[in-house]
């Protein structure tokens, strides 16, 4: 029996539509129209997952994406030594998605785990095509997510060549804090392309000062 657990939308969906800040926080631009957000949580769907439940597997098509409403999610690859390496978390307000395989329709060389109990609101592929095909704010939205989410990769990449890893640690200290209190330390020693040691050694030397 699967883990997840669905809730029907008419069970609720009238107390999102009166509190959608939610939905506006993360689909934010000036141009969707507060009538278009009607139209883009009808195509929501609540979803749970339980602590460290399997939500993409390698190898399998992502056919939806996830806003997160609470909890953490990492997602992570297997390396040529058969290392666990992960490559981003994701929390409160971010969206949960493995990009390549969702939007070339390939299989996916990530995948993704929920690190606690967490609530999301899902929408599948062709509903996202349906709003980015219909509501032309929705579309100038995802263009400047896109743009958006090349700079911040490129900027990853750069500060992973030019900071030290206690930089990149405070960094990621400043930016989710929550991963410190509910990720497991050796996947945030994986994902700072350090080892556990190391790590220990960061934190111990920044509680010393």
């Known amino acids: ?7 029907t939308p008419e069970q609720n969906k009238q107390e999102v539509y ?16 507060k009538e278009d957000f009607i139209k883009i949580i009808d195509l929501h769907t609540e979803v749970e997952f339980l602590k460290n439940e399997v939500v993409l597997q390698e190898g399998k098509t992502n056919n939806e994406y ?3 409403e609470k909890g953490l999610f990492r997602s992570y690859v297997i390396d040529y030594e058969g290392n666990e390496i ?17 939007f070339l329709r390939t299989a996916s060389k990530e995948s993704i785990q929920a690190l606690t ?11 996202f095509q349906i709003l980015y095909s219909n509501i032309d704010g929705f579309t100038e939205w995802g263009r400047t997510w896109t743009s958006n989410q090349l700079f911040i990769l490129k900027q990853r ?7 030290s ?7 990621l200290l400043q930016e ?3 991963i410190f209190n509910e990720a497991p330390l050796k996947y945030i020693a994986s994902y700072l392309r350090i080892t556990d040691t190391s790590l220990s050694r960061i934190r111990k030397g920044i509680l010393d000062q």
């Open 66 to 68: 996830y806003l997160i």
């Open 86 to 102: 992960t490559t981003e978390f994701y929390s409160s307000n971010d969206i949960l998605i493995e990009v390549a395989s969702l």
């Open 117 to 127: 109990d967490c609530k999301v609101w899902k929408i599948n592929f062709d509903d």
């Open 176 to 178: 989710k804090p929550q």
């Open 165 to 171: 890893a206690t930089q990149r640690y405070l960094n």
């Open 1 to 7: 029996m699967s883990k997840k657990t669905i809730i």
């Open 18 to 33: 009166n509190n959608s800040s939610f939905f506006k926080n993360i689909y934010n631009h000036p141009a969707i129209k």
């Open 157 to 163: 990449s750069i500060n992973m060549h030019t900071q």
